[in-house]
């Protein structure tokens, strides 16, 4: 059986990826339609040796389509995704839009596949910090329940979209030949620099990507109980984001226990040679689909602490790659009937 899909965002840093991984991934596609803004409209993008036409997203565009990968952000999968499901499909929303409605299932799928069977219709992707910290943090959860999570993340400018990647690129070159760089899309520049994420701050002083890092964690996990705090800065890298993370369990957790346990968890790829001082790198997670984590060390401030170091390809494991795994997790299962048409 093959199905149609639809991406909405298709021109975008995660739509292009999408794309990239519907063909490398053999979906069994029965027709695909690419829709991004009317700023793209008479577009073509590459798909298994053809050119595919982008249009316009309207109503029309989701008559007889299974699956929406929508990737075009919050706003326009508020205004889409409610029309997708009337129509029949079942939507995977990589935007913040529905990740914390209740009746919308939060999925990674190492974590909490089960979760995308109660599905109506909509199912989100979580954010992509917390994404990369929830495969490497679950399996070790599983052992032993994690009490507190501390989580700095160093996060790539792929995070804010295409056109922040190229901003980054234009500003390092404008630096390097004596210019002063120019920022449009990102609110500072952030080549040769860094700065605290930019995202709307609370009354608490955390911002919207640190609450969703310890709202959507708790969502995922299933675990209310869990005490997360997060910092959250955005780093003159292009597409893969790295997290330090501190972890705190009610007894011990031994060094050796966590890397045999991460050295076979799903998604995971345990990269540390001490010897060396060779860890996780940015460049190296860079296309790769699982998230590298290393740096596995006891905390000498917590007796139950453990400290580790990873770092994740945002367009691909944090969005990309984590939506087509849901799809394919709908295709196995057998969850692609939408539950709310299914009278
Ligand atoms: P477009 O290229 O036509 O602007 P990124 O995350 O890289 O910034 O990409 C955002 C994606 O979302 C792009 O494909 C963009 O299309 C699409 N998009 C943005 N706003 C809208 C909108 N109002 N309607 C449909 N697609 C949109």
Redesign the pocket.
């Known amino acids: 059986k093959s199905y149609r899909v639809a991406i ?8 292009t990826e999408l794309l990239e991984l519907l063909e490398s991934r053999a979906f069994p596609i029965a027709e695909l339609k690419l ?3 009317e ?2 409209a008479g577009r073509s993008l590459r798909f298994n040796g053809e050119n595919i036409p982008v249009e316009q ?1 309207c109503d029309r565009a989701f008559e007889n389509v299974d699956i929406v990968l929508a ?3 919050g706003s ?1 999968s508020k205004t889409w995704a409610s029309v997708a499901v009337e129509k029949g499909a079942v939507v995977i929303d990589n935007s913040s839009a529905f990740r914390m409605n209740p009746e919308v299932p939060l999925v990674v799928p190492e974590v909490n596949p089960q979760a995308a069977a109660n599905h109506q219709g909509i199912i989100a992707n979580p954010n992509c910090t917390t994404i990369l910290m929830a495969v490497a943090v679950w399996p070790l959860h599983q052992v032993k329940p994690v009490q507190r999570i501390v989580a700095s993340t160093y996060q790539s400018a792929s995070g804010a ?3 922040a990647m190229a901003e980054v690129k234009t500003q390092t070159s404008a630096i390097l030949q004596g210019q002063p760089p120019v920022a449009e899309v990102l609110p500072y520049p952030l080549a040769f620099n860094l700065f605290p994420h930019n995202s709307p701050l609370n009354d608490l002083g955390y911002c919207e990507e640190e609450m969703k890092m310890v709202n959507e964690t708790r969502k995922i996990f299933g675990s209310q109980q869990i005490r997360i705090t997060a910092t959250c800065v955005r780093v003159p890298v292009l597409r893969a984001h790295s997290e330090a993370i501190n972890l705190e369990f009610a007894t011990p957790f031994s060094v050796e226990a966590a890397k045999e346990i991460l050295n076979s968890a799903p998604g995971v790829k345990l990269v540390e040679d001490w010897k060396s001082n060779y860890f996780p790198m940015p460049i190296e997670a860079t296309g790769k689909d699982e998230v590298l984590v290393g740096r596995i060390r006891q905390d000498i401030s917590h007796p139950c602490g453990l400290e580790l170091w990873l770092c994740g390809d945002q367009i691909r494991k944090g969005a990309a790659l984590n939506a087509i795994q849901i799809a394919e997790l709908l295709v196995e299962k057998n969850l692609l009937k939408p539950l709310v048409n299914s009278h």
């Open positions: 909405l965002g298709a021109t975008g840093a995660v739509g829709l991004a803004s700023r793209s997203v990737s075009a952000g326009t979209g295409a056109r």
